[in-house]
């Protein structure tokens, strides 16, 4: 008697708890697909069965509306966004892409010709560029000619007074170096010799006393001797001292009013080797100043980065990443929207079907409990 009512106490206890189990774990795992099942309402008449369609299917603008409302406000919001621009490991980053795809361009062919000639012909490219390099000089010229050339050149004017006594010096040694040449010298003796003959009598009475070739010889050679002194080169600095100073005391439009050529832009503009500029390497073409260019990289991509980061609210604004979002999820289909919710959530769906098995055993357990001391 003891032994069967042990055996009946048992069997009891465990089949209303396995079946409290599967009752509790059934139910939530039917209630979780409800969520995403039926995908349409399901009809009796022209009675509507409860629960149909699935709550996902049934709320879906609902859930597009405040997934893209929740994008906005909790995860692409203006300071994270910010935040993250002015990251210094997404500079990094940002500077080492940047860093790579110069030196992928500086390995081209063509300064512009090649990277370009997939998108657009580049005769076209290169008269456009001319077109624009005209227009820009144009109406540089014309908002400028009231200017002193010392205003237009700005620090430039410093540079090249600065560099006067080396262009002094270099003239000077240039033309000694020059008419001490066997070439020079020849030239020089010509011209004296031509000046002395066209003298008339003059030039006979210099010749008769003194002999053509003596007296050539002696100019030259004075000629020479002045040029060697030191002070020469400083007279040439004196010189171009002068002209400089009236030189950019002197208006922009009154020096190229004295040339009077049609058009300053186009002449200008005409005798760049544009052309040329598009076809070469652009190691080539930038020469010593690839490193710098390099070099101004992290400086580039920081601006960059800063006038993004101030604009962020205008980005965000002309994104305007709620609508998309929203237009993105309006466009899932049902078993997309069941793939993404699964895919985030999945973990957590099986743990809640097993919660509602362990509730449910539990319950079972309890009420065999209950049923055993009331029987």
Not at 53 to 66: F, K, N, S
């Given at each position: ?5 042990f055996?009946?106490?048992f069997?009891?206890?465990s089949?209303?708890t396995?079946v409290?189990?599967?009752i509790g ?5 039917i209630?979780i697909?409800?969520l995403?099942?039926?995908?349409r ?5 022209r ?5 149909t369609?699935g709550?996902i299917p ?8 405040q997934?893209?409302r929740?994008?906005m406000?909790?995860?692409i919001?203006?300071d994270r966004?910010?935040?993250k621009?002015q990251d210094?490991a ?5 500077n080492h ?5 110069i030196?992928?361009?500086l390995d081209?062919s ?6 370009l ?12 560029i001319r077109?624009?390099l ?8 014309q908002s ?12 430039w004017a410093i540079a ?11 003239v000077?040694?240039s033309?000694?170096?020059?008419l ?8 020089v003796l010509?011209q004296l010799n031509?000046v002395?003959?066209?003298?008339g ?5 210099l010749g ?13 050679s004075?000629?020479?001797a002045?040029l060697k002194?030191p002070?020469?080169?400083a007279?040439?600095e004196?010189?171009?001292n002068?002209e ?5 005391n002197?208006?922009?439009g009154?020096v190229?009013?004295?040339?009077q ?5 186009t002449l200008?503009?005409e005798?760049?080797?544009i052309e040329k500029?598009?076809?070469l390497?652009p190691?080539?073409?930038l020469?010593?100043f690839?490193e710098?260019?390099?070099k101004?990289?992290?400086?580039v991509v ?8 101030e ?5 965000l ?6 609508a ?5 999820v309006r466009q ?7 793939d993404v919710v699964?895919?985030i959530?999945k973990k957590?769906?099986?743990?809640i079907?097993?919660l509602g098995?362990?509730l449910g055993?539990a319950i079972?357990?309890i009420?065999a409990?209950?049923?055993?001391m009331?029987?």
């Amino acid at each position: 008697m003891i032994l069967m009512s042990f055996s009946h106490v048992f069997i009891t206890i465990s089949l209303l708890t396995i079946v409290g189990a599967v009752i509790g774990g059934v139910t939530n795992y039917i209630a979780i697909k409800m969520l995403f099942k039926p995908t349409r309402a399901i009809m009796i008449g022209r009675f509507r069965l409860p629960f149909t369609p699935g709550l996902i299917p049934r709320r879906r603008e609902e859930i597009a509306v405040q997934l893209g409302r929740l994008v906005m406000k909790h995860l692409i919001t203006e300071d994270r966004l910010r935040m993250k621009i002015q990251d210094p490991a997404f500079a990094e980053q940002m500077n080492h892409i940047a860093e790579k795809r110069i030196r992928e361009w500086l390995d081209q062919s063509g300064f512009w010709e090649a990277p370009l000639s997939r998108w657009v012909d580049a005769d076209v490219l290169t008269e456009n560029i001319r077109k624009k390099l005209e227009e820009a000089l144009r109406n540089h010229l014309q908002s400028s000619k009231s200017l002193t050339m010392n205003e237009v050149m700005g620090s430039w004017a410093i540079a090249i007074e600065s560099r006067l006594p080396k262009v002094a010096q270099w003239v000077a040694r240039s033309l000694i170096a020059y008419l001490d040449s066997p070439e020079g010298r020849n030239k020089v003796l010509e011209q004296l010799n031509a000046v002395f003959a066209g003298k008339g009598f003059f030039g006979n009475i210099l010749g008769l006393f003194l002999g053509n070739q003596s007296l050539v010889e002696k100019i030259y050679s004075e000629l020479l001797a002045l040029l060697k002194r030191p002070d020469f080169a400083a007279m040439i600095e004196a010189i171009l001292n002068e002209e400089w100073h009236k030189l950019k005391n002197r208006s922009l439009g009154e020096v190229l009013t004295a040339f009077q050529p049609a058009d300053w832009a186009t002449l200008i503009v005409e005798r760049l080797p544009i052309e040329k500029w598009g076809q070469l390497p652009p190691q080539k073409l930038l020469g010593e100043f690839k490193e710098d260019w390099l070099k101004v990289i992290p400086k580039v991509v920081h601006s960059l980065l800063n006038l993004l980061a101030e604009r962020v609210p205008e980005i965000l604004e002309m994104l305007n990443l709620e609508a998309l979002v929203t237009d993105q999820v309006r466009q899932f289909s049902i078993q997309e929207l069941e793939d993404v919710v699964l895919m985030i959530s999945k973990k957590e769906f099986k743990m809640i079907t097993y919660l509602g098995a362990l509730l449910g055993g539990a319950i079972g357990f309890i009420q065999a409990g209950v049923v055993l001391m009331l029987g």
